[in-house]
C-alpha cells in the first residue's frame, strides 16, 4: 500500500546571487499603494509551516508566512495570528503503525551515517481547538486547489479540522470572512504533488494522488480570487516549483545499487531469459557488474511477460523514501524499485506538463487580477544550480546540507523560509512601489545535527 505524506509545498526567483540583508534603519518603509492592515495567508503546508515532515509550533513561528507577516507590521499590519499547534510536539500524516504516526524528523546516526528518522507524533494534536476568529493563515497540509472550495472538506483533513470554522465550511469560506486587506496565495504545490510523492501512481482526475484537471484548476484558482479581491484586498499569488529541482527527488541516484560479484553474476544468470526476450523486442538489456549500478525500476510500459520492469536511467528519479525501501526484507527478496518509490521519464513529462499548464494561469491570473506574482519556479531552479550567497553564507537546494530545505527533503528550515519570505517582499515591493523590509535570514534555523 502507498503511504501518503500530505506535503507540499512550493518557491521564487528574482534574488541576485549576491545579497545583503537591509536594515531597516536604511531606509524609511513604506506601504506604496497597498493596504496592510489586516494580512492573511491562504495555502497548503507551505503556509500552514509544515517542516521537518511534521506540523509543530517551531514551524509555525518560521514559515514563511509568519515570516512575511512579522515583516509586513513595518508597514501597517496590525497582527500575524496563527492556528497555534498547542502540543509541545508535532504531527505528520506518515503512519508509522496503527494510530502512530511521525512526528519531526531529526538526524541520528544509522548503521554508520546520518540519517532522517522520524520521532513519535502526538495524534491529539488532529484533534486541538485551534478555532479562532482572529485567525490569519488558512494554511492546509496536503490541500489541493479544489480543496480550498469544498464544503466539509475538515472532515477529511484533520490538519484542516483544527481550525475550521464549522464542520461544513471550506477554507475559502473561512479565509473570506477574516476580511483581508492584503493576502498571499501560493496553492497547487500538491495539485502535481500528491502524484509525484505517490510515485506516478495516479492519474488525471479527482483522486488524492492524481493530477488536478487544468479545467478544475483553472475555475479553482478564479473562485480563490475573484472571493480574496471582491472587496477590494489586494495580494500576491506564487506558482509551483518543478519536482526536479526539489530534494525529496534528486538525491537517490539511479544507478547506486551496489553489488559485490556474486550478486551480479546472480542477477546476470537471473535476467537471461528476460535479456532475450528484451533483445527481440528492440529494448535495453540488463546488465550488472560488481560495484554500482542502475537500479532495476518497475515501468507499466515495459511489456508484462517482461516482468514490468527494466533498469533505471539518468531520466527516471527515485523518490528519498526509495533510500530505505532498498535496505528492505521486501527488496533483497527481490531487488527491484515498486512503482510507488520511482517516477519515470513519462511520469515526469505528465507532471512537468501539468506544472507549465498551472503555472502559466497562475500568471495569467495575476496579471488578470492586478496581484504581485511570486516566481516559485525560477527561485527553486536557481537554488538547484547556482545557488544562492547571502551575507556570505551559500545556500543551495542540496538535501541537508544545503541551508534550505529541511529533513523531509520537501519542506524548507527556517532559513529556507525566510528567503521564501524575501522573495515574497521583493514581488510585493515592485508590484505596489512599497519598501517592506527583508527578513534577516541569519535570524532563522537550519537542520540541526546531532
Same mark, same amino acid.
Given at each position: 500500500?502507498?503511504?501518503?505524506?500530505?506535503?507540499?509545498?512550493?518557491?521564487?526567483?528574482?534574488?541576485?546571487?549576491?545579497?545583503?540583508?537591509?536594515?531597516?534603519?536604511?531606509?524609511?518603509?513604506?506601504?506604496?499603494?497597498?493596504?496592510?492592515?489586516k494580512?492573511?495567508?491562504?495555502?497548503?503546508?507551505?503556509?500552514?509551516?509544515?517542516?521537518d515532515?511534521?506540523?509543530?509550533r517551531?514551524?509555525?513561528?518560521?514559515?514563511?508566512?509568519?515570516?512575511?507577516?512579522?515583516?509586513l507590521?513595518?508597514?501597517g499590519?496590525?497582527?500575524?495570528?496563527?492556528?497555534?499547534?498547542?502540543?509541545?510536539?508535532?504531527?505528520?500524516?506518515?503512519?508509522?503503525?496503527?494510530?502512530?504516526?511521525?512526528?519531526?524528523?531529526?538526524?541520528?546516526?544509522?548503521?554508520?551515517?546520518?540519517?532522517?528518522?522520524?520521532t513519535i507524533?502526538?495524534?491529539?494534536i488532529?484533534?486541538?481547538?485551534?478555532?479562532?476568529?482572529?485567525n490569519?493563515?488558512?494554511?492546509v497540509?496536503?490541500?489541493?486547489?479544489t480543496?480550498?472550495?469544498?464544503?466539509?472538506?475538515?472532515?477529511? &483533513?484533520?490538519?484542516f479540522?483544527?481550525?475550521?470554522?464549522?464542520?461544513?465550511?471550506?477554507?475559502?469560506?473561512?479565509?473570506?470572512?477574516?476580511?483581508p486587506?492584503?493576502?498571499?496565495?501560493?496553492?497547487?504545490?500538491?495539485?502535481?504533488?500528491?502524484?509525484?510523492?505517490?510515485?506516478?501512481?495516479?492519474?488525471i482526475?479527482?483522486?488524492?494522488? %492524481?493530477i488536478?484537471?487544468?479545467?478544475d484548476?483553472?475555475?479553482?484558482?478564479?473562485a480563490?480570487?475573484n472571493?480574496?479581491?471582491s472587496?477590494?484586498?489586494?495580494?500576491?499569488?506564487?506558482?509551483i516549483?518543478?519536482?526536479?529541482?526539489i530534494?525529496?527527488f534528486?538525491?537517490?541516484?539511479?544507478?547506486?545499487?551496489?553489488?559485490?560479484a556474486?550478486?551480479?553474476?546472480?542477477?546476470?544468470?537471473?535476467?537471461?531469459?528476460? &535479456?532475450?526476450?528484451?533483445?527481440?523486442m528492440?529494448?535495453?538489456?540488463?546488465?550488472?557488474?560488481?560495484?554500482?549500478?542502475?537500479?532495476?525500476?518497475?515501468?507499466?510500459?515495459?511489456?508484462?511477460?517482461?516482468?514490468?520492469?527494466?533498469?533505471?536511467?539518468?531520466?527516471d528519479?527515485?523518490?528519498?523514501?526509495?533510500?530505505?525501501?532498498?535496505?528492505?526484507?521486501?527488496f533483497?527478496?527481490d531487488?527491484?524499485?515498486? %512503482?510507488?518509490?520511482?517516477? $519515470?521519464?513519462?511520469?515526469?513529462?505528465?507532471?512537468? $506538463?501539468?506544472?507549465?499548464?498551472f503555472?502559466?494561469i497562475?500568471?495569467?491570473?495575476a496579471?488578470?487580477?492586478?496581484?504581485?506574482f511570486?516566481?516559485?519556479?525560477?527561485?527553486?531552479?536557481?537554488? &538547484?544550480?547556482?545557488?544562492?550567497?547571502?551575507?556570505?553564507?551559500?545556500?543551495?537546494? $542540496?538535501?541537508?546540507?544545503?541551508?534550505?530545505?529541511?529533513?523531509?527533503?520537501?519542506?524548507t528550515?527556517?532559513?529556507?523560509?525566510?528567503?521564501?519570505?524575501?522573495?515574497?517582499?521583493?514581488?510585493?515591493n515592485?508590484?505596489?512601489?512599497?519598501?517592506?523590509?527583508?527578513a534577516?535570514?541569519? %535570524?532563522?534555523?537550519?537542520?540541526?545535527?546531532?
Open positions: 500500500m502507498k503511504r501518503y505524506i500530505y506535503k507540499y509545498a512550493f518557491l521564487l526567483g528574482v534574488i541576485a546571487l549576491w545579497s545583503c540583508e537591509p536594515n531597516t534603519d536604511d531606509f524609511s518603509p513604506s506601504k506604496g499603494s497597498a493596504d496592510f492592515s494580512f492573511i495567508a491562504i495555502g497548503d503546508s507551505y503556509t500552514a509551516g509544515y517542516t515532515g511534521a506540523l509543530g517551531r514551524g509555525q513561528e518560521e514559515g514563511f508566512s509568519a515570516i512575511l507577516g512579522k515583516q507590521m513595518h508597514v499590519s496590525d497582527s500575524y495570528n496563527q492556528p497555534w499547534v498547542q502540543s509541545e510536539s508535532s504531527v505528520g500524516s506518515t503512519q508509522l503503525q496503527p494510530g502512530v504516526y511521525n512526528g519531526y524528523y531529526e538526524l541520528s546516526i544509522v548503521d554508520g551515517s546520518l540519517s532522517p528518522v522520524p507524533g502526538d495524534a491529539a488532529y484533534a486541538e481547538d485551534a478555532i479562532s476568529v482572529d490569519q493563515n488558512f494554511g497540509p496536503g490541500a489541493k486547489i480543496h480550498l472550495v469544498t464544503a466539509g472538506y475538515s472532515q477529511l &483533513n484533520p490538519f479540522g483544527r481550525f475550521a470554522s464549522s464542520d461544513m465550511t471550506h477554507v475559502l469560506g473561512d479565509a473570506a470572512n477574516a476580511n486587506t492584503f493576502f498571499s496565495c501560493w496553492l497547487a504545490g500538491n495539485d502535481v504533488l500528491a502524484y509525484a510523492l505517490a510515485g506516478g501512481v495516479g492519474s482526475g479527482n483522486g488524492v494522488t %492524481d488536478t484537471d487544468v479545467a484548476y483553472e475555475s479553482a484558482m478564479g480563490v480570487l472571493v480574496l479581491t472587496k477590494g484586498a489586494k495580494g500576491v499569488i506564487g506558482n516549483p518543478d519536482v526536479s529541482s530534494p525529496f534528486t538525491t537517490v541516484p539511479y544507478n547506486a545499487f551496489v553489488i559485490d556474486a550478486t551480479a553474476a546472480a542477477l546476470n544468470q537471473n535476467y537471461e531469459a528476460y &535479456n532475450a526476450g528484451a533483445e527481440a528492440g529494448l535495453p538489456k540488463m546488465e550488472f557488474v560488481e560495484g554500482a549500478n542502475a537500479f532495476i525500476i518497475h515501468d507499466a510500459s515495459i511489456p508484462a511477460q517482461l516482468g514490468s520492469r527494466r533498469q533505471a536511467t539518468a531520466n528519479r527515485l523518490l528519498l523514501t526509495a533510500k530505505s525501501y532498498a535496505g528492505s526484507d521486501d533483497k527478496a531487488p527491484i524499485i515498486i %512503482d510507488n518509490y520511482v517516477l $519515470t521519464a513519462d511520469e515526469l513529462t505528465m507532471i512537468s $506538463t501539468a506544472t507549465d499548464a503555472n502559466a497562475n500568471k495569467t491570473m496579471e488578470g487580477f492586478d496581484l504581485a511570486f516566481d516559485a519556479n525560477a527561485l527553486m531552479a536557481q537554488l &538547484n544550480t547556482t545557488g544562492l550567497v547571502i551575507d556570505g553564507n551559500h545556500y543551495k537546494s $542540496t538535501f541537508v546540507s544545503g541551508g534550505v530545505f529541511s529533513l523531509d527533503g520537501i519542506h528550515t527556517g532559513r529556507g523560509s525566510a528567503i521564501i519570505a524575501n522573495a515574497f517582499i521583493d514581488a510585493i515592485a508590484k505596489y512601489d512599497a519598501a517592506i523590509p527583508r534577516n535570514i541569519n %535570524d532563522y534555523d537550519m537542520v540541526e545535527f546531532p
